[in-house]
């Protein structure tokens, strides 16, 4: 645990994996400037010598965006689908 949030390496990652599945990482947990890139530094190291793939994904957040967002979800138009 991080932070109040619940933080998996991406060895623990790989167990609940597909033998070829693809993990996008977006962001990270941390407090300081180290602590978001920790696991996906940990993925980069880990993926040349496994099947499964390690992707990290950047995004830049923008209030319109952001707003633009709200607003379907308000709407109906989208919503969260949670798997297992």
Known sequence: ?????????????????TPDGVLVMVGGPG?????????PLQAAVLS?????????FLGQLKQADLEVLAELGE??????????
């Open 1 to 17: 645990m991080l932070n109040g949030t619940l933080v998996h390496s991406p060895f623990a990652n790989r167990r609940a994996m």
């Open 31 to 39: 407090g300081d400037w180290v602590g978001p890139l920790l696991r």
């Open 48 to 56: 040349p010598f496994v099947d499964q793939e390690f992707v990290l």
């Open 75 to 84: 709407s109906g138009k989208i919503s969260p689908v949670i798997d297992r």
